[in-house]
């Protein structure tokens, strides 16, 4: 497997913009790249499309059967490109049980790993800090290091010494840059379409990376990796239908892309609309998903769009399938509350009021079991992640019965009336042998 991870000792070190500046470099040296991120993260998928001009795929080694995951990295990497995925918090963090960690990923494709170091803070200090990471496991090998937010030729001097004793090689050097930030809310990094003049932050990035880059290292290291097999024709979720309308706009962004490829290897057909720009969903659509984002940042825009209501009211009178996840399931609801306290009428397909009044974080990995096999047939993994609560739900069949990473019962969760469901869950991959 041709490829890297981009890791860190914690999360803070600046990996994604490194990430981001990479993945743009090795493009403007006509390098073909792959580009993945490890864990449930939906928001950093976006950025690293943006930056390498290819979809980016999410690879869990918690919630994905290890199949699913070789068997996405081959097709990913397709036509020889280089796999490069961006790790979540640090090299050895996982979920709640201490599985699906970056490390795991790493062993399971056997990719090198680079380790972004947020050198501000330190000099000589970060040669025993490497060491203990590269010892840690005899199956992850890390194969150099990023030095990040170093604040000076002495520094960097000092920093080379250091690891020079420990005999690891230095990749990159990336000097101090207040501007090498990101803008963030509260489930993470603000959305890639959001962000104003990203086009201009990620050339940035790419030259602040390339400044003092061994690329030539780089690319050889890359592609030390060692076959994995791989099963293209692996079971994968069942799609909602065989002509599915998805909802894409800055409200409705959080869709896995490794779900939306699995579904077309299925045999589904994927159309895309705009809610947020008053569109309907395609006439013959046989099914519609609702993936989740920020509703409660667009509810006036939302409750407002005539003609997308009145499509998917039809829609739902029609018998057609219709599915929401977490942002999308709020927006299936009867009424949205803003943060301010002001309620915003959704489409009163499920009897459901959600609230961003009062905040309360919900995360972390979960185990889904579809109640009486109604409008799923199999057990899921899946992930949870809002600040939303729940007001008031009506009469109405529940969706799921949900576990913890830890195996923790959670109780059942999630709405259905008929061929109309949603839930708090991003659903990931069948349950199998994931984890």
Not at 244 to 267: K, N
Request: hydrophobic share 45%; with cysteine.
């Amino acid at each position: 497997m041709s490829g890297l991870l981009i890791a860190a000792p914690s999360s803070g070190s600046g990996k994604t913009t490194i990430t981001l500046g990479l993945l743009r470099a090795l493009r403007n040296r006509g390098v073909a790249v792959a580009p993945g991120k490890a864990g449930p993260d939906y928001i950093d998928p976006a950025f690293h499309s943006a930056a390498s001009g290819t979809p980016c795929l999410n690879f869990d080694a918690w919630a994905m059967r290890p199949e699913l995951i070789s068997a996405n990295a081959a097709l990913h990497r397709s036509g020889d490109r280089i796999l490069v995925i961006e790790a979540m918090m640090g090299l050895f963090d996982g979920a709640a049980d201490g599985k699906g960690t970056a490390a795991d990923l790493a062993a399971m494709l056997r990719l090198s790993v680079v380790l972004v170091v947020d050198a501000s803070r330190m000099s000589h200090s970060v040669a025993p800090l490497v060491s203990g990471f590269a010892s840690f496991r005899a199956d992850v090998r890390i194969a150099g290091v990023i030095l990040n937010k170093v604040g000076s030729e002495r520094h960097e001097t000092m920093l080379r010494q250091a690891l020079d004793a420990i005999r690891m090689p230095v990749i990159a050097v990336i000097r101090s840059d207040k501007t090498l930030a990101l803008p963030e809310r509260h489930l993470g990094l603000v959305q890639a379409g959001e962000h104003q003049g990203l086009e201009d932050f990620i050339e940035h990035a790419a030259e602040a990376v390339s400044d003092e880059c061994n690329f030539e290292f780089l690319l050889r290291t890359a592609r030390q990796g060692l076959n994995v097999p791989s099963a293209a024709n692996i079971h994968r979720l069942t799609p909602i239908g065989s002509r599915i309308a998805v909802a894409r706009d800055i409200a409705f962004a959080f869709s896995y892309e490794h779900m939306l490829m699995g579904w077309r290897r299925r045999g589904a057909t994927i159309s895309f609309f705009s809610p947020l720009a008053d569109e309907a969903p395609a006439a013959d659509a046989d099914a519609i998903y609702l993936p989740g984002g920020y509703p409660e940042l667009h509810a006036g825009e939302i409750a407002s769009a005539q003609k997308f209501r009145r499509a998917m009211i039809e829609a739902a009178g029609g018998g057609t399938r219709i599915y929401g996840e977490c942002g999308g399931y709020m927006v299936l609801g009867e009424g949205l509350i803003d943060s301010g306290g002001t309620r915003h009428e959704m489409l009163g397909l499920l009897p459901l009021v959600t609230s961003y009044e009062e905040r309360s974080r919900h995360l972390g990995y979960r185990r889904v079991q579809p109640v009486d096999g109604a409008f799923f047939d199999h057990a899921m993994t899946a992930h949870e992640y809002h600040y939303s609560t729940v007001v008031r739900e009506g009469e109405a069949d529940r969706l799921f019965r949900v576990s913890d990473a830890l195996g923790i019962g959670l109780g059942e969760a999630g709405l259905r009336r008929g061929q109309i469901a949603g839930s708090y869950m991003h659903l990931i991959d069948l349950a199998g042998t994931a984890a």
